[in-house]
């Protein structure tokens, strides 16, 4: 079992910054697939950017490559996102999820079974 709290989301205007940060409880002693992902309204959950833990392999969706930056603090058990260049496209439900461990990290829902409950993101133009 792992748990999962999000935090550091907000409103920021377009061109702006924003990082995201989640911590993790329980069973934090092994290697996990660690992912970001959103949910805008009316649109289905995606992918954003994923790290294997194990060996801090990282994965970005197209949307978000070149802008956004995944990083994990073992010591702290926190995983973070760091977002530049945001854009008014960006706005969503950001949540942070856990999945057994797979270098190559998936950014499929379905392969996640730990979820945060989310922190909101809202760019303006």
């Known amino acids: 079992q792992v748990q999962l709290v999000e935090s550091g989301g907000g409103s920021v205007q377009a061109g702006g910054s924003l990082k995201l940060s989640c911590g993790a409880s329980?069973?934090?002693?092994?290697?996990?697939?660690m992912g970001w992902f959103r949910q805008a309204p009316g649109k289905e959950r995606e992918g954003v950017a994923s790290i294997y833990t194990g060996a801090g392999y990282s994965y970005f969706a197209d949307s978000v490559k070149g802008r956004f930056t995944i990083s994990q603090d073992n010591a702290k058990n926190t995983l973070y996102l760091q977002m530049n260049s945001l854009k008014p496209e960006d706005t969503a439900m950001y949540y942070c999820a856990a999945a057994p461990p797979d270098e190559f990290c998936p950014l499929t829902v379905s392969e996640y079974n730990y979820w945060g409950q989310g922190t909101q993101v809202t760019v303006s133009s």
């Open positions: 329980g069973h934090t002693d092994r290697s996990y697939c």
